[in-house]
């Protein structure tokens, strides 16, 4: 399924009000509700709204668990780590107990160590099933999601639900979220807003399957929902 809004506030309002709604849904069903956050610019908007005064009170944040889809593997206080940015903007303005948030970085071990460690705190908090209640995605020009990139041997991995590798055009590694784990969620919510991804999204979403080039597309729930939240300049109608 696919919104198209006219701008990013608009946007940002949709999935504020989405990501409480869940919220709200699953600690009353289940009494805990675990969510995905995605890094990079995209989210911030989102979750400073949720970090205001008119967001921040409409749920019970001591029973939220907060993971990430994916992270640059640098130290948390990086300008380039996603935790970095989800703190400054949400998880240190609600009160949220520390042990809830499962940083996708730690130091001294290799990230391939704990991608394995990761995976274990994932399997403690949802079990065998893996079954996250909201996962936000975003997308890259590319039409990577996640560190999921094009060409990647990452996006083959079936049995896997963390893995960290080398992404050699970045000189950099990453640690992210396997497709398999990802499909699995209650709910998936994509973010894609500006023309710079009219193209990927078009592609995504209309052209032939090839995720070796568009990764994107491997993102196909098990029996959850898959939503985009796009402006017009990502959908091509301005």
């Not at 608009?10 to 849904?25: H, M, R, S």
């Not at 409409?58 to 948390?76: A, H, M, N, T």
């Not at 979403?205 to 491997?218: D, F, R, S, T, V």
């Amino acid at each position: 399924m696919i919104q198209i809004h006219n701008n990013t506030e608009e946007i940002n309002t949709v999935a504020a009000d989405l990501f409480i709604n869940e919220a709200q849904k699953a600690i009353t069903a289940k009494g805990k509700f675990t969510a995905v956050l995605t890094g990079g610019s995209s989210p911030a908007g989102i979750y400073k709204l949720l970090a205001s005064d008119d967001y921040k009170n409409k749920i019970d944040w001591s029973k939220v668990y907060i993971f990430w889809g994916d992270e640059r593997w640098v130290p948390l206080n990086d300008d380039l780590s996603n935790a970095k940015m989800s703190y400054s903007t949400l998880l240190s303005h609600v009160a949220i107990p520390k042990e809830n948030i499962f940083e996708m970085y730690k130091d001294g071990v290799t990230p391939e160590d704990y991608a394995v460690t990761y995976e274990a705190s994932i399997k403690k908090v949802l079990g065998e099933e893996g079954k996250f209640d909201l996962i936000l995605l975003g997308m890259g020009d590319d039409g990577h999601t996640a560190s999921l990139f094009p060409g990647q041997a990452v996006l083959h991995e079936q049995t896997k639900w963390v893995d960290a590798y080398y992404l050699e055009p970045q000189k950099m590694h990453r640690i992210t979220l396997t497709a398999p784990l990802i499909n699995k969620a209650e709910k998936i919510v994509v973010i894609a807003f500006g023309e710079k991804k009219a193209h990927a999204l078009n592609e995504v979403l209309n052209g032939e399957y090839n995720p070796e080039i568009y990764p994107m597309q491997l993102i196909k729930p098990v029996s959850g929902e898959l939503l985009f939240l796009v402006d017009k300049n990502a959908a091509g109608t301005n």
